[in-house]
């Protein structure tokens, strides 16, 4: 399995030259149909059906109850002029993102060069993984309770180190950065686990051969640990930037937003759109911005890759 | 991490890398306690008596060791119906997830018909597009088929994603093109040859998509939010949550109880399982967060 390439699109070689006809060419066609039917059907109607809808949705004034009307590109236009709101969760969703995937990266690397060198890496990774496949809306009402002002941070805050903790999640500074705090210690698991299984298939002759040139310490890390891991890293920061654009599960728990408007971010701004205000044009069109940022930061990575990513070993 | 010498596998450690490598444990010790003390301390609170929550200092042991919260969980709300409606989701929707992809990916790594290699351009295609784009016409499309606050709502909608198709479709692509020909030639039909040859071969990633599937369905907390406003009948473990703020002031240790209650079904998976589905991450990017 590793050894396949995941994205090739390539039809399947037989390996073999077909040179006989067989029978029940025709019969073959049909079976695929058979086959291949539900996933057809079933893409075709919730995922190809609903895009298409979603294109036309967004030129309208679509109310959740009564007749939708033509807009052209108002719904757009009134996002990004008049809405007091989304502006707002587009930089809180850039801000998120700026801090959490950096952080989650950094927090896996440095663990996953740490517990690699122990005899127990099986544990520590299936440990450190716990809340990245535990349910988002448990472990963030443990984090709510945790964060509340005479909770247990608050607490130690104060007693250790001597700091009168603000109101972290009602407190304009410091509420994302609550929500960031949480989303790292939640996800970076995941991580973790693709750059230790990059770690683990290093290839140890060049290791030594580095080791050998006199490469230690900081230098083998840059000159050669890091390149070697470097398609796993590009993999990774390329999922967690997908993912954290797409933060709603956290803030709407945490913060609902707040307070004020701070920790909005875009997917809640898309939900309030269509299922609070009741207008899924505006819903539609704002989810349509959200996947065009996606579709940019990833053309973006995968442009720079030239420069990072090396892929022979 | 500088330390490693050239040579391979060390026997006999020298006192000092011992030493040093007895330190690292302790101190990676340390930081998973300190990183899984939320969740720790989810369990301590859940226990506790319930004016005890917010006892200064802060102590994970109350005055009391309260198992009756769990049950408090059951009556305050029904939870067990979000348990039984979760279980029976997720269930349901792993079933769809793998008939579904397991029969495409055969159709598409080894049966022979028109359009099959630009038709899974498509299915590649369709990978790209955020569930939030997806939300808003299906919630159209499930009011249209009569299918609000329905089990099938949650069921359906998210049942037929291209990754199922494309993973197994790697997994089936293995299989020689010799076993195929020998089926053939002992009569096997495409269904036989599916289900005796296909099946068995893929049962590690069909075991690992499963369980990625059934967690994806447990978890899941935006789509079940939109569609379902009857929680107390059709209401999954994640909404049914949120039941316990509000009305009578935060039940903190009733929370704490249900998230606990919440955890333990994928905690109990991944314990199980853990071999699977790291290695599941690792080569198959599956479980992407």
Known sequence: ?313 | MSTDAPTPPVRKASPARRLKRTVSHVLLAAVALLFLYPLIFAVATALKPPGETFASPPSLIGSDVRWQNFADVFTYVPFHRYILNGLFVAGAGTLVVLAASAMSAYAFSSLRWKGRDSLFLVFLATLMVPQEVLVVPMFLLMRELGWVDSYASLIFPWAFTAFGTFLLRQFFRAVPYELHEAARIDGAGPVRIFLRIMLPIAKPALGVLAVFTFINFWNSFLWPLIMINDVSERGTVPLGMQLFFGQNGNQWHLVMAAAVVSVLPTLLLLIALQKHLVKGIATAGLGGR
């Not at chain 1, 895009?51 to 959740?64: D, E, G, K, N």
């Not at chain 1, 984090?143 to 700091?163: E, M, R």
């Not at chain 1, 009602?170 to 949480?182: F, I, K, P, Y």
């Open chain 1, 1 to 313: 399995m590793a050894t396949t390439p995941l994205l090739s699109t390539a039809a399947p070689g037989r390996g073999k030259p077909r040179k006989r006809r067989r029978p029940g060419r025709r019969a073959e066609q049909w079976s695929a149909f058979g086959f291949a039917g539900p996933s057809v059907v079933g893409l075709g109607l919730f995922t190809l059906f609903p895009v298409a809808m979603a294109v036309v949705m967004s030129l309208f004034h679509w109310p959740m109850l009564g007749e939708p009307s033509f807009l052209g590109l108002d719904n757009f236009k009134y996002l990004f002029g008049e809405d007091p709101d989304f502006g707002v969760a587009l930089r809180n969703t850039f801000i998120f993102t700026g801090l959490y995937v950096p952080l989650n990266v950094l927090v896996a690397l440095g663990l996953a060069f740490w517990i690699n060198n122990s005899r127990f890496a099986q544990l520590w990774r299936v440990l450190f993984f716990i809340p990245a496949i535990t349910p988002m809306v448990a472990n963030a009402v443990i984090w709510k309770l945790l964060l509340q002002p005479d909770g247990t941070f608050a607490y130690y805050l104060d007693s250790l180190f001597g700091i009168s903790a603000p109101n972290f999640l009602a407190d304009g500074r410091t509420a994302l950065l609550s929500v960031v705090a949480m989303s790292v210690w939640q996800g970076f698991g995941y991580n973790l686990i693709v750059f230790s299984a990059a770690i683990n298939e290093m290839p140890s002759n060049l290791l030594e051969a580095a080791q050998l040139d006199g490469a230690t310490g900081l230098r083998k890390f840059w000159s050669v640990q890091l390149p070697l891991i470097s398609p796993a890293m590009f993999f990774a920061t390329t999922m967690t930037l997908i993912t954290s654009m797409q933060v709603f599960t956290q803030p709407y728990i945490l913060t609902a937003g707040g307070p004020g408007n701070a920790t909005e971010t875009l997917v809640m701004n898309v939900y309030q759109a269509g299922f609070q205000s009741r207008d899924l044009g505006l819903a539609a069109s704002g989810a349509w911005i959200l996947f065009a940022i996606i579709l940019l930061i990833t053309a973006v990575q995968f442009l720079g890759q030239k420069k990072w990513v090396h892929y022979e070993h």
